[in-house]
């Protein structure tokens, strides 16, 4: 059973169904499922001192609590994430709710992948099409599944299309899902197992230790520690090849020693311990399984950008102006260069009024396409401009593509 996603958030309040308990603050709670043996258990108790700092914790966060999203397991992951300190587990918490509205997480997820408008962003449909990604219910105790095969992307052609941030964001809606699927299984057990991460390491290599992987993985792993704690029950890396110690001992550094000790990795498929937590009537065939579950094909992505081609000569600049005769119009732009990085800006002009809209930055361009939009609040002219005077020696070959969106009707 494959999880929709992108669904939206408004499912009304977390209440618990009729006659379950909370497991976490009812002080007699009598759970005897505790999941597959020799595997991490799917209900971790909690002592009456825990508790007290479960109810503490809670008391101190009611001017952030949301009904819709926050319950008692949350606060208990923060706890757990921060040894049950709860100064530290609060100040976690507080950051996790200013992270989601400064990033204005659920919009951008709406508007990434078309569930506000209907349209979707040109890199959710490639990533949509392309990510050998699928989220699955569930292990033979009932939690979830997040399967991958990592090693069949193609990390150079896959940034030369889509954006760090855009993979991110595919990321993060992901996370979203799991943990809409934890907020229902809280409210119909008083508890929710954590998921289970199965990587198909087909395949893996030297190309993903490339420097857009690395970042990306950095990334992820920092966001998803801060905002998403202790949600993974167990991960198995299977069919790992001779190369995949090296490939992990990259990104290792990233991971705190609890996430660390969840860690399995096999040189073989569906091993006994792997067949002992999972059905293999559930997983693909392309990993020994016997589901007819297709996971995309990732491999390289055939349809070029189409976007303009400029060689910039060491010490000059390329500029590109557009007219914007409607204010609030948007400019949504991406570009990529070759090799090395460029500095961007993006200034407005009208009449004698002139202003820097963005940067300039240095944009690591050559690792990932770097894609983004600028609000045009006034009338004028809006000139992007890709500046490689810094470089004395090099030149830089650049592809961009820009497009006006007229504003809403309503605006």
């Known amino acids: 059973i494959t999880m929709e996603i992108g669904t939206g958030y408004d499912f009304g309040e977390i209440e618990l169904e009729s006659g379950v308990q909370d497991a976490y603050l009812a002080s007699t709670v009598s759970i005897t499922d505790q999941g597959v043996p020799g595997f991490p258990p799917l209900f971790v108790p909690i002592s009456d001192n825990e508790r007290s700092l479960l109810v503490e914790l809670m008391k101190r966060c009611e001017d952030i609590h949301d009904p819709k999203r926050h319950y008692s397991e949350l606060y208990v992951r923060f706890l757990r994430a921060r040894q049950w300190k709860i100064d530290d587990?609060?100040?976690?918490?507080?950051?996790?709710?200013?992270?989601?509205?400064?990033?204005?997480?659920?919009?951008?997820?709406?508007?990434?992948?078309g569930a506000a408008s209907g349209s979707p962003h040109p890199h959710y449909t490639i990533l949509s099409n392309y990510w050998p990604g699928k989220m699955m219910i569930g292990t033979r105790d009932g939690s979830l599944i997040w399967m991958e095969r990592l090693g069949q992307i193609d990390p150079d052609d896959l940034f030369l299309h889509v954006s760090l941030s855009s993979v991110?964001?595919?990321?993060?809606?992901?996370?979203?899902?799991?943990e809409k699927f934890r907020r229902k299984q809280y409210m119909k057990?008083?508890?929710?197992?954590?998921?289970?991460?199965?990587?198909?390491?087909?395949?893996?290599?030297?190309?993903?230790t490339?420097?857009?992987?690395?970042?990306?993985?950095?990334?992820?792993?920092?966001?998803?520690?801060?905002?998403?704690?202790?949600?993974?029950?167990?991960?198995?890396?299977?069919?790992?090849p001779a190369l995949f110690s090296g490939v992990y001992g990259l990104v290792k550094g990233f991971m705190d020693a609890n996430t660390q000790s969840k860690i399995a990795m096999f040189s073989s498929g569906l091993n006994d311990k792997v067949v002992a937590l999972v059905d293999p009537q559930i997983l693909p065939n392309c990993i020994g399984g016997t589901s007819e579950i297709i996971f995309n094909n990732a491999g390289a992505i055939n349809t070029p950008p189409d976007r303009t081609k400029v060689a910039i000569a060491a010490g000059d600049c390329h500029r590109h102006p557009i007219e914007i005769d409607t204010p609030n119009s948007k400019i949504s732009f991406e570009f990529r260069t070759?090799?090395?990085?460029?500095?961007?800006?993006?200034?407005?002009?009208?009449?004698?009024?002139?202003?820097?809209?963005?940067?300039?930055?240095?944009?690591?361009?050559?690792?990932?396409?770097?894609?983004d939009d600028i609000l045009c609040q006034k009338a004028g002219t809006y000139t992007l401009e890709f500046d490689n005077s810094f470089s004395k020696f090099r030149s830089k070959d650049l592809s961009y593509s820009v497009q006006v969106v007229a504003p809403p009707a309503s605006s």
């Open 210 to 240: 490339n420097a857009a992987i690395i970042e990306y993985v950095k990334r992820f792993i920092a966001t998803d520690s801060d905002n998403y704690p202790e949600q993974m029950r167990q991960t198995f890396f299977i069919n790992c």
């Open 338 to 371: 070759k090799g090395y990085n460029i500095e961007f800006s993006v200034t407005y002009s009208s009449g004698e009024e002139s202003e820097v809209v963005f940067g300039p930055a240095r944009m690591d361009s050559h690792v990932a396409v770097v894609a």
């Open 189 to 208: 057990r008083g508890y929710s197992p954590g998921f289970l991460l199965l990587q198909d390491a087909t395949g893996m290599g030297l190309k993903h």
């Open 168 to 178: 991110l964001l595919y990321h993060f809606m992901h996370l979203e899902e799991i």
């Open 89 to 113: 587990a609060e100040k976690m918490f507080r950051n996790m709710v200013k992270w989601r509205k400064d990033f204005d997480l659920e919009n951008k997820i709406a508007a990434f992948c």
